[in-house]
């Protein structure tokens, strides 16, 4: 019998022990990836007023955050539905003064109303490094690194990367295609969609050429060279084709769609999406941006990051990842051999009454006068 007191909302899980048991080993080996490249940890609160979360960055919108009033301070407060802003108020409040550029991580869960398309999930796992201070090409290269590195550690096979440029067409309607101040946003949409008619319908036939620079990166780039631009996308090729050597030998392979903008709200001309074999969806999303900040000019403080989404990969991989060892300790066993066992790394599972037994408690072994033996 289950009643309404045993489920759960839409969009929500329990992660039972296998499961649990890889988040945590998956978790744990991005995150010592992401440590040994430097990066120091910090840990924001689940929730905070909605103001600090919706204006760290533009073009962040609260609409899929869950809200709510602080019955206590009467303010908006809302959840976190991404670490990235949490992470540039604390470079931008309490860590303003720390030298940069600053390297920090995250990890835990974030909340959203609603799933993203197909994926219904409205909690996720998300964990990921910002380099705080730097948005030039060594900082591309060093994120996108660490990020390929923390997903291969995670398990992941097979990862590729996808490199957008999230600023393109503000670039180029600034001067190379200019762009009624009313059509930009039709030819964004337009380009989304990738139809040829209706970018040029919007007035944005030049435009068109971006449809087709998508692919594997060698090919896709050399077609965005050949796009007259007067130079307006000059440097942005030149930076693309470094970052792509730089992380050759990381194995990854390589696309690029110089027009995808999903999901990249507040990132400027740098963008990347991180996919791997068998994982349905994207595993990650980064690139440059900028934080709003009272010390951080007009313009804010430049920083690029990475986040990670791994819920689809444990889920991939849980069922293939043996489950660790367990020793049975009889009744009456003695405990300071079992302390070492535990010392030595051995997880026990201890009978607490003559009905317990190895099989009954899960375990591999059994500690039979002091010796560990593996069950038939
Ligand atoms: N937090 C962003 C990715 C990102 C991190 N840093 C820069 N961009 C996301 O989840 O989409």
Same mark, same amino acid.
């Given at each position: 019998m289950?009643?309404?007191?045993?489920?759960?909302?839409?969009?929500?899980?329990?992660?039972?022990?296998?499961?649990?048991?890889?988040?945590?080993?998956?978790?744990?080996s991005i995150q010592d990836v992401?440590?040994?490249?430097?990066?120091?940890?910090?840990?924001?609160?689940m929730i905070e007023f909605e103001k600090s979360l919706a204006s760290r960055m533009a073009g962040i919108q609260s609409r899929r955050m869950f809200r709510f009033v602080d019955p206590s301070s009467l303010r908006m407060m809302a959840l976190r539905s991404d670490f990235t802003p949490q992470i540039g108020r604390i470079a931008q409040g309490r860590l303003a003064?720390?030298?940069?550029?600053?390297?920090?991580?995250?990890?835990?869960?974030? =909340?959203?109303?609603?799933? @993203?398309? #197909?994926?219904?999930?409205?909690?996720? *796992?998300?964990? !990921? %490094?910002?380099?705080?201070?730097?948005?030039?090409?060594?900082?591309a290269i060093e994120?996108?690194?660490?990020?390929?590195?923390?997903?291969?550690?995670?398990?992941?096979?097979?990862?590729?990367?996808?490199?957008? =440029?999230?600023?393109?067409? @503000?670039? #180029?309607?600034?001067?190379?295609?200019? *762009?009624?101040? !009313? %059509?930009?946003?039709?030819?964004?949409?337009e380009l989304d969609t990738k139809d040829a008619g209706g970018l040029r319908d919007a007035g944005g036939e030049a435009y068109v050429p971006l449809i087709y620079a998508t692919g594997d990166f060698d090919g896709a780039i050399e077609k965005l060279a050949a796009i007259d631009a007067g130079g307006a996308l000059a440097s942005r090729i030149a930076a693309l084709r470094e970052i792509a050597a730089a992380i050759a030998p990381t194995g990854a392979r390589l696309t690029l769609d110089p027009s995808e903008r999903h999901g990249f709200e507040y990132q400027s001309w740098f963008g990347f999406t991180l996919y791997a074999?068998?994982?349905?969806g994207l595993l990650g999303r980064g690139g440059t941006y900028r934080i709003a900040g009272a010390n951080a000019g007009g313009e804010?403080?430049?920083?690029?990051?990475?986040?990670?989404?791994?819920?689809?990969l444990i889920d991939l991989i849980a069922q293939?990842?043996?489950?660790?060892?367990?020793?049975?300790?009889?009744?009456?066993?003695?405990?300071?051999?079992?302390a070492r066992l535990r010392s030595i790394g051995?997880?026990?599972?201890?009978?607490?009454?003559?009905?317990?037994?190895?099989?009954?408690?899960?375990?591999?072994?059994?500690?039979d006068g002091g010796e560990v033996v593996a069950l038939a």
């Open positions: 289950t009643d309404d007191t045993d489920l759960l909302p839409e969009g929500l899980e329990d992660r039972l022990p296998r499961e649990a048991a890889t988040t945590t080993r998956a978790m744990r992401m440590h040994g490249h430097g990066y120091d940890r910090v840990l924001p609160p003064g720390a030298a940069r550029p600053l390297r920090l991580m995250y990890a835990g869960q974030v =909340l959203t109303i609603k799933g @993203d398309g #197909l994926d219904p999930a409205r909690e996720k *796992l998300q964990c !990921g %490094a910002e380099l705080i201070g730097a948005d030039n090409v060594a900082a994120i996108l690194i660490v990020a390929i590195e923390a997903l291969q550690a995670a398990g992941a096979r097979s990862v590729s990367v996808d490199f957008t =440029l999230p600023d393109l067409v @503000d670039t #180029l309607a600034a001067k190379a295609f200019p *762009l009624e101040p !009313g %059509a930009i946003e039709a030819v964004r949409r074999e068998g994982v349905r804010g403080e430049v920083a690029t990051g990475f986040s990670l989404y791994p819920d689809a293939s990842e043996p489950l660790s060892d367990k020793v049975f300790l009889p009744l009456g066993h003695d405990r300071e051999v079992a051995w997880r026990t599972a201890a009978a607490l009454s003559e009905g317990d037994s190895a099989v009954s408690l899960g375990c591999s072994h059994t500690l």
